[in-house]
């Protein structure tokens, strides 16, 4: 799951962005709110964890600016802010969840994951999808009851697909979702792991769409 | 204020009546002495003429007939020849006053059987005739308590409607300030919007304004000081946040040297809250007004100590740091105070100006005092941001050092405790940011 990181102060920052990334986020981290805006409107993040006290623009500012424009992805408040006032704004703005600092890494992910499954219209901690269950918080998948070893990238990349079960999903958006700044892409990555998921989980789950892109069918296809 | 008011009203009142009553007392008085003798005189001299024209030789005396009942209070003799021809029936046979050698005519107050009488004396030369005639004193006293007593009256039955009277007006006229009383006792203790009375005259606008003011004021001080621990608390959350995380991510990493970074960064971050912490400890115990022990100190002494104490921080960012400081500089502070002072500027210069920079301390007479400078050829800081410097907590934003902001809150008031002034501008040496101190002589 790629996430933004938008907190102003080095050390919490980087504290947050090992921490997270230990934790099997990818985080890009930006220390002011232009960048946050600019990286919010620009790159399909699952969630964005949202310091208020940023430089130069204020978070509550980003979030009503990405939320007029139309942007729907899960935002977390990470703040020193806790009056009553300030939590209900930041929530009336257009936050999904409202957190005081110091916070526990394990609280923050798996808030960011429960932020991550409500909007994808999944209430449940798990994602199914035909006979593969996949479990987020301890980033397992099960098939038929039976676990199913994946590598890191492809656990994520099937993670995105079951999010977005049944749309098609274009390699540009696949790799966004997997990878953060600054990694180097290799251009047949995502046939690549693809390919692996299929010789893993079997050729049903994942359709290739010609031209297109990749898609996840929640259901066995009827013959 | 209501009953004050009453019994001064009350006792005015009383009082100016007692005067009236007394001038009018001695007035009525006199004027009816007059009357009265002049009646006396009138009525001896008629009885003089008669008597010389009428009485005929006929010595039997004769008592007169009492024909009003105010008539036992008056008296008459008439004397012939030394010896009694006429008087009245509450007249005494011996004449009324000892006559005979001086007092033959006029006025004499004289006691008879106990009772003071007022008599006039008339002498008539033919036929010697005396006579005298007589009026009781008490009767004139009658007269006079009665005249004072119709004066009396009124004021008896005036002085307790009066009384009702300035009771009730007072008490309208102090209802708005019972109401203010009112108001304020009913007030939360933060409810600090202005008060305002309905109909409240005009007297009591400049009280109430002056309320108004103190109330803006205090309602201005809680929001600075509600702003401040806020900032406080945003301040040492994100450290403890920072700390807290970066324990976390030692204890979840793996990777040896990563481990080792998040280890240190824990360090880093316990530093940081420390250095908060006592900087938020200064600022309290100089606002609680910690009075500054004074001393003669050598200003330059003290910023040679002081850059002497931060010159590794310095050499540590290949920084150059020098003191201009060679003259001694007697000046009247607390030394303590002052070296927190020029600290939080070196520390501040060193802190936000780029490895490899310039950092200059400078201790300089001028002709008001005093001059400490201390400049950098940092990134100095954008005119825009300039005039925010002194603000609590605010940190020159897009600068990597984590630093509070709360040092320039110290330095302004440690300069105020001193009678200091502190300018900042853009050094025109170094190019960077000069703080400028200058100390009165």
Known sequence: ?223 | MQGRLLMLVLGLVAGVWLVTAAMTWIDVRHELDELLDGHLAQAAALLVVQQAREIDDDDQHIDAPTLHRYAPKVAFQVFHDGRLALRSANAPAVPMVESGEHFRTGFKTVQIEGTAWRVFAAHGGKRDVQVYVGEQVSSRAAILWAALRSMLWPVLVALPLLAVAVWWAVSRGMAPLRGLGRTLAERQPQALHPVVIEGAPSEMTPMLAALNGLLERIAGLIESERRFTADAAHELRTPIAAIRAQAQVALGEADDAQRKHALRSTLEGCDRATRLVEQLLTLSRLEAGTSATTSTLDLSALARQVVGDLAPAAMRKGQAIEVDAAAAFEIAGDSTLLAVLVRNLVDNAIRYSLENATVKVTVSRQPTGARLVVEDSGTGMNERDLPRLGERFFRVLGNDESGSGLGWSIVRRIAGVHRAEVRVARSPGLGGLAVEVDFPA
């Open chain 1, 1 to 223: 799951m790629r996430i933004l990181l938008a907190e102003d102060d080095a050390l919490l920052g980087d504290g947050l962005r090992a921490g997270l990334r230990q934790l099997g986020f990818r985080v890009d981290w930006v220390r002011d709110g232009d960048a946050a805006e600019r990286e919010l409107r620009a790159e399909p993040y699952a969630a964005a964890v949202l310091d208020l006290g940023l430089p130069l623009k204020d978070g509550m500012e980003v979030l009503a600016n990405v939320r007029r424009a139309g942007l729907t992805m899960p935002v977390l408040i990470l703040t020193a802010r806790d009056a009553v006032p300030d939590r209900i704004r930041g929530l009336d703005v257009g936050a999904d969840d409202y957190v005081v600092k110091p916070v526990d890494l394990n609280e923050l992910a798996a808030r960011l994951r429960a932020l991550v499954r409500r909007a994808h219209g999944q209430p449940q901690e798990t994602l199914t999808a035909q006979d593969v269950v996949l479990d987020p918080a301890a980033r397992s998948v099960h098939q038929a009851g039976a676990p199913v070893v994946l590598a890191a990238r492809e656990f994520d990349l099937l993670h995105a697909l079951m999010l977005n079960g049944g749309r098609v999903m274009s390699r540009e958006q696949l790799e966004q979702h997997l990878y953060s700044w600054g990694q180097e892409v290799e251009s047949n990555a995502i046939e690549v792991h693809i390919h692996h998921l299929r010789r893993k989980l079997g050729s049903a789950l994942i359709q290739t769409v010609r031209g297109v892109g990749y898609m996840l069918l929640r259901d066995v296809p009827k013959p």
